[in-house]
T-cell receptor, first 112, second 114 residues
Framework: GEDVEQSLFLSVREGDSSVINCTYT??????LYWYKQEPGAGLQLLTY?????DMKQDQRLTVLLNKKDKHLSLRIADTQTGDSAIYFC????????????FGTGTQLKVEL | ETGVTQSPTHLIKTRGQQVTLRCSSQ?????VSWYQQALGQGPQFIFQ???????GRGNFPPRFSGLQFPNYSSELNVNALELDDSALYLC?????????????FGPGTRLTVT
């Protein structure tokens, strides 16, 4: 079955880069995602990458995908206090109604 | 803002009761998915509806049921509530069945079962 794993916590200083990592097991994943969740809020779709891509950049966000190792990462450049949140990695595979399978989330804390 | 709205925001129910949660999809989206997020966990897929038909279901018992209406708004119904049903319930809308890889979430309904 599908499984997505993330480290639980990351702390960085404001202005530094943050790198959040994720591993997944489903080799048939077609899309991989990063969502952001602030306290008491729903999920915000940050970015996603198709499985035949290695990298995607969107302003301060860079997504790297290593399909061989089933490893996904999200780099946030020039991290700001407003980036403090929980970040979820998720994957989707085509069968079963396009369900998203999420990791347990990485809590990013940005310190001054 | 995704344009996906959910009601109510918070709800407190007693074990054994029934609850209905509502979701209004983003304009033009005909696919809706529901997820349960327990405290400290990632969301878990409950089911998905496309054009009023169930299109995939996660590992949830039959007492979790849903409806999608012609205007693509949706309901999640949970019967015989249990304490473990306490969670944040999220709905997500997608532009279409083929585009269900783009899922935009609402703010959620926080359900507490006592």
């Amino acid at each position: 079955g599908e499984d997505v794993e993330q480290s639980l916590f990351l702390s960085v200083r404001e202005g530094d880069s943050s790198v959040i990592n994720c591993t997944y097991t489903d080799s048939s994943s077609t899309y991989l995602y990063w969502y952001k969740q602030e306290p008491g809020a729903g999920l915000q779709l940050l970015t996603y990458i198709f499985s035949n891509m290695d990298m995607k950049q969107d302003q301060r966000l860079t997504v790297l995908l290593n399909k061989k190792d089933k490893h996904l990462s999200l780099r946030i450049a020039d991290t700001q206090t407003g980036d403090s949140a929980i970040y979820f990695c998720a994957e989707i595979s085509g069968g079963g109604g396009n369900k998203l399978t999420f990791g347990t989330g990485t809590q990013l804390k940005v310190e001054l | 803002e995704t344009g996906v709205t959910q009601s109510p925001t918070h709800l407190i129910k007693t074990r054994g009761q029934q609850v209905t949660l509502r979701c209004s999809s983003q304009s033009g989206h005909n696919t809706v998915s529901w997820y349960q997020q327990a405290l400290g966990q990632g969301p878990q897929f409950i089911f998905q509806y496309y054009r009023e038909e169930e299109n995939g279901r996660g590992n949830f018992p039959p007492r979790f049921s849903g409806l999608q209406f012609p205007n693509y708004s949706s309901e999640l119904n949970v019967n015989a509530l249990e304490l473990d049903d306490s969670a944040l319930y999220l709905c997500a809308s997608s532009p279409g069945h083929a585009d269900a890889y783009e899922q935009y979430f609402g703010p959620g309904t926080r359900l507490t079962v006592t």
